[in-house]
């Protein structure tokens, strides 16, 4: 008897929809996550290859080498660990306060006052993030570099013929202007979905009870905002800490070195078990983050904003400031996310660095056969059939993700969400995330190692497409689940109770209210996907082959060798892709990637 | 039903070997491969039979290479261009994996290629039995395609006379932040540099400089003088650099001189020097430093065991020291193949017997001996 009460049990757990999307993801989830963890682990003890006559034991066998190095050798963990972990840790908070205040205040400003020009700063916006990280530290290095590095002055000196100071233009302040300015966007989207779409009633209600503008930010608005602000700093703080090229590109003139920069040159280098420590560190400060987000968001309830009745938002009238406060917003925004593309239109141009006369400028680097006297014969990026090539699958590859990575998404965030509290569904919340943590650098490298053989019924996949679609899926799950669950915290369970009351099937109840209702947050985790695949690079480039090579490898190989005109080229061709992929979905559904906030 | 999902994931994973980590690095040797003596008309036939061949390359220039290549054979190529390190990383990763790779490589990072590339036997020496007697027979073991080397060098604009004679200098306080250089972990050459100079013979004659330099001996802080000059160098706010393109830019932009005391310098291959006309910089080379001009590196050419177009991939390194096969390298200067019939650049370049006596060169064994430890004390001061 109880076997079939067992049975039975059991029946009706997986006849519920949401249970058999949990049991699926725990498991896969868990095989393409746990694995990468325990083989980082074991590299960490293992006698690698490069190392064999440093460690003198035979390649494979057991050893404490690199924990004893980075851990506990004085000068050299102190170099190689101590130094660049506090800098990392200084670069990620610093970064992750700047780009909450940015994202936040652009946020408020759109979805909550009645500024003008809303479409156009919502979609302008957007760029920094589109483009990849260590173009914007190119495009610093453009405008603000010193006679340090001698050369061409920066158009800043150029043009006013101060010289900037060697702290303003290398090291820690402006990897955090970048990196702020890069994911201010990111702390846009998630900040900005929940202010439009909580319940104004909320705040009218507080308004009626006489609380002034700053008791109700206090206790009415920055509540509510508090889980998307924690998901933001969470994501962001992650992010930069895993960030390799930006620190890469401004910290090297003065020798400001981090985590990553560190990770890549051990783990390229004669010492990847290093770099698997590194890694393994980082991927334990990103649960201890992740835990504690747990802990902060779990003491509360969450706020249900959307409800069955209707709500409006009231916006603040800034009156007499809202003129100034626009162009201020505009301006700013020209300088972060227009001059950069300026100047890499520009740049693209010029033969000569540093010459901005007109018989300078050439369309070489664009339609050009390729000189052997400029870049080894490159044919400009035009007509240049690797260039192609990296486009087609840069576009292919992004859209595969994006569908694959949105779906997973949507329906974990809906399963997560439906069974809020129980053990299975924070196992999955975290699963789901913790792909997120795992340094991309890292990431690529064990997929590499893992998915080169067979392994039971998966094929071995190295060298085909589908390990790109594979480890782009699995890192940018975060995104679509995150922007997921927090849009069906927001929704009453009533809503879809009353659509099960009707007898309406579970996908029907998908498609016809849950989607519609929250469409714009599900569309944003179909399309954050789709834009970080198309300006990724440290996640594929060792997974790449010369038929699956993508746009960002050829952009930072273009960079790397200091061919800047065809790499501003192709930086160029990104955002253009990307931001016109953006207009189209928003023609075609009404949603964005900055989810239309302030265009409707 | 939590009791159950465990059991249920572990039962369905664990028989499929879906665990394994695929860390297992013990190599099984791949049986050597024998050799069979075959006339260039038999391995052109063939080499058509497979129609393609897959290659490697730390050079972007294969591409124009394998153009050529198809133009004369009619035999498809499909080559990637690849960084030092992820060439390494790749070939012996697939190689471990049985996974499809190349059929033969073009690579630079002679020590790691010797040490987990070759001996491993991943990859082995062929050389074409026509050009056995032409290549200097210490070019042939590994077989060097051709050599690439970078030395000092500075803004010659309305300088006379180069104003660097010896690398003490650039540890001199007098000459403060001023030698630009790529990140050695960058580009493993630039760390296999940083190594060969530790070796006794280089310490040597860094210590003579030093002497020559300063009129004394040199004091030890560090293993020897080739250690003593690299913390020196780093000391005296060496600045480092990400791309050699980016450095000679750097250095060479015209109208820096009149403003400064002392011309810009890096030390950076010596192919960007054509950028003195086609992008109208000033660059000229400081050949006569003591003890060395800077150093020199070789691309190899080295066939993987577990090739599957090896007749092709053969062929196309023949191809390769042909004048044609050499084209792609040598419309530029600085580069110099193995082959001593191929011309060089003469309008500004030298033949590599004029550079060999003034530069650093590099031994496999022992870069790959040693290089760890360079690494090591260089992460001390590099940041």
Redesign the interface.
Same mark, same amino acid.
């Given at each position: 008897m109880i076997k079939k009460a067992r049975v039975n049990?059991?029946k009706s757990?997986f006849k519920k929809p949401h249970n058999v999307i949990l049991?699926v993801l725990?498991?896969v989830l868990?095989?393409l996550t746990l694995?990468p963890l325990?083989?980082i682990v074991?590299?960490t003890f293992?006698?690698?290859?490069?190392?064999? !006559?440093?460690i003198k034991l035979?390649?494979?066998s057991f050893t404490l080498y690199h924990w004893n190095k980075i851990f506990a050798s004085g000068?050299?963990s102190q170099?190689?660990f101590y130094?660049?972990f506090v800098n990392t840790m200084v670069v990620a908070f610093l970064s992750c306060v700047l780009a909450i205040l940015i994202g936040g205040l652009f946020a408020w400003m759109v979805t909550r006052t009645n500024i003008r020009a809303k479409s156009f700063i919502s979609t302008v916006f957007m760029f920094p993030y589109i483009m990849p990280s260590w173009t914007l530290a190119m495009a610093w290095l453009n405008f603000f570099k010193n &006679? !340090?590095?001698?050369?061409?002055p920066g158009f800043f000196t150029a043009l006013t013929g101060l010289e900037t100071a060697n702290w303003f233009a290398y090291g820690l302040f402006p990897i955090v202007m970048v990196q702020g300015i890069h994911y201010a966007p990111f702390a846009y989207i998630l900040i900005g979905g929940i202010l439009q779409n909580m319940d104004a009633n909320l705040e009218e209600a507080a308004m009626l009870l006489h609380a002034n503008r700053l008791t109700i930010m206090k206790k009415v608005t920055l509540p509510i905002v508090r889980p998307a602000l924690l998901s933001t700093f969470l994501l962001v703080f992650s992010s930069t800490m895993s960030a390799f090229a930006v620190p890469?590109?401004l910290g090297?003139?003065v !020798?400001?070195?981090v985590l990553t920069t560190q990770m890549?040159?051990t783990l390229?280098?004669?010492?990847p078990g290093y770099g698997y420590i590194i890694a393994l560190v980082m991927i334990v400060i990103g649960v201890a983050i992740l835990m504690l987000n747990q802990w902060v968001t779990g003491r509360r309830k969450s706020y249900v904003t959307i409800t069955g009745k209707s709500s409006n938002i009231s916006l603040v009238n800034l009156r007499k400031a809202r003129t100034p406060l626009t162009v201020l917003l505009v301006v700013i925004l020209l300088m972060v996310a227009i001059l950069p593309l300026v100047s890499f239109a520009i740049e693209s141009f010029i033969?000569?660095?540093?010459?901005y006369s007109l018989a300078n400028f050439t369309t070489e680097f664009w339609v050009g056969q390729g000189?052997?006297?400029?870049?080894?014969?490159?044919p400009g990026i035009l007509r240049n059939p &690797?260039i192609w090539l990296g486009l087609t699958n840069s576009l292919k590859l992004s859209l595969i993700v994006s569908a694959f990575a949105g779906t997973i998404g949507l329906l974990s965030g809906y399963a997560v969400a439906k069974k809020r509290g129980s053990?299975?569904s924070t196992i999955v919340n975290n699963l789901t995330f913790f792909p997120y943590l795992i340094p991309s650098m890292a990431f690529g490298?064990i997929f590499?190692?893992?998915f080169?053989?067979r !392994?039971?019924?998966?094929p071995?996949l190295?060298?085909s497409f589908w390990l790109l679609v594979i480890v782009g899926t699995v890192k940018y799950l975060p995104f679509a689940t995150r922007s997921s669950v927090n849009a069906m915290l927001q929704l009453s369970g009533e809503i879809e109770e009353a659509g099960t009351i009707m007898g309406v099937g579970w996908i029907k109840r998908m498609t016809r209210i849950i989607f519609p209702i929250q469409r714009s947050t599900f569309i944003s985790g179909y399309l954050l996907p789709f834009i970080s695949c198309m300006r990724e690079l440290s996640l594929f480039?060792?997974l790449v082959?010369?038929?699956t090579?993508i746009l960002t490898t050829l952009l930072f190989?273009y960079?790397?060798?200091?061919?800047?005109q065809y790499a501003n080229a192709i930086n160029l061709m990104i955002v253009v892709i990307v931001v016109g992929f953006n207009l189209l979905i928003n023609k075609l559904t009404g949603a964005s990637i900055d989810k239309g906030i302030g265009s409707n | $039903?939590?009791k159950?999902?465990v059991p249920? $994931?572990i039962l369905?994973?664990l028989p #499929?070997?879906?665990?394994?980590?695929?860390?297992?690095?013990?190599?099984q040797a791949p049986a050597a491969v024998v050799e069979e003596e075959i006339s260039h008309d038999e391995l052109v036939r063939r080499a058509k039979e497979e129609g393609k061949v +897959?290659v490697y390359a730390t050079s972007?220039?294969i591409?124009?290479a394998a153009t050529g290549f198809t133009n004369l054979y009619g035999i498809q190529v499909?080559?990637?261009?690849l960084?030092d390190? *992820?060439l390494i *990383?790749?070939v012996?990763?697939?190689a471990? @994996?049985?996974?499809?790779g190349p059929d033969f490589v073009l690579a630079q990072d002679v020590g790691?290629l010797v040490?987990?590339l070759i001996e491993?036997g991943y990859l082995y020496n062929y050389v074409p039995p026509v050009y056995r007697d032409v290549i200097p027979e210490s070019m042939q073991n590994p077989l060097q395609a051709f050599a690439i080397n970078k030395v000092f060098i500075y803004n010659d604009e309305g300088v006379s006379e180069s104003p660097y004679y010896n690398i003490w200098q650039f540890a001199d306080p007098k000459y403060k932040?001023l030698l630009?250089f790529k990140?050695p972990?960058?580009e493993?050459v630039n760390?296999n540099f940083l190594t060969m100079i530790t070796s006794d013979k280089w310490a040597a004659k860094i210590a003579d400089a030093y002497k020559s330099y300063y009129g004394k001996e040199i004091k030890l802080t560090t293993p020897n003088a080739g250690y003593e000059w690299i913390k020196a160098i780093y000391s005296n706010d060496l600045? =480092?650099?990400?791309?050699?393109?980016?450095? @000679?830019?750097? =250095?060479? +932009?015209k109208g820096?001189n009149a403003?400064?005391e002392l011309p /810009?310098v890096g030390l950076f291959v010596y192919s960007k020097a054509?950028y003195a006309?086609?992008?109208?910089?000033a660059l000229k080379p400081a050949m006569d430093m003591e003890p060395f001009a800077g150093f020199y590196y070789s691309l190899y050419l080295l066939m993987a065991t577990n090739a599957k177009n090896p007749n092709a991939a053969k062929l196309f390194i023949e191809y390769l020291f042909t004048a044609e096969g050499f084209e /792609?390298w040598g =419309?530029?200067c600085g580069t110099y193949s193995a082959n001593p019939n191929n011309p060089i650049q003469e309008d500004i370049d030298f033949p590599f017997a004029v550079w060999e006596p003034l530069l650093v060169g590099e031994e496999g064994d022992f870069t790959? *001996?040693n290089? @760890? *430890?360079v690494?090591?004390f260089l992460?001390?001061y #590099?940041?």
């Open positions: 049990q059991l757990f049991v725990v498991v868990g095989y694995i325990i083989t074991v590299d293992t006698v690698h290859s490069s190392e064999v !006559r440093a035979p390649m494979g000068m050299t170099k190689t130094e660049p &006679s !340090r590095v001698g050369g061409a890469a590109f090297s003139p !020798r400001y070195q890549y040159r390229n280098g004669m010492n033969m000569a660095p540093g010459d000189s052997p006297e400029i870049a080894n014969s490159e &690797s053990k299975l490298a590499l190692s893992m080169a053989v !392994r039971g019924f998966i071995a190295y060298g480039i060792l082959t010369p038929s090579r190989q960079n790397e060798k200091g061919w800047n | $039903m939590k159950l999902l249920l $994931m369905l994973l #499929i070997n879906l665990f394994a980590t695929g860390s297992k690095e013990a190599p +897959v972007s220039r591409a124009k499909e080559s990637s261009n960084k390190f *992820e *990383e790749k012996s990763k697939e471990r @994996a049985g996974a499809a790691r040490g987990e491993p932040s630009q990140n972990f960058q493993g760390a600045i =480092v650099g990400t791309s050699d393109t980016t450095i @000679a830019e750097n =250095v060479g +932009v820096q403003k400064r /810009p054509r006309t086609s992008k109208n910089l /792609p =419309v530029d790959f *001996e290089r @760890a *430890e690494e090591e992460n001390q #590099i940041y």
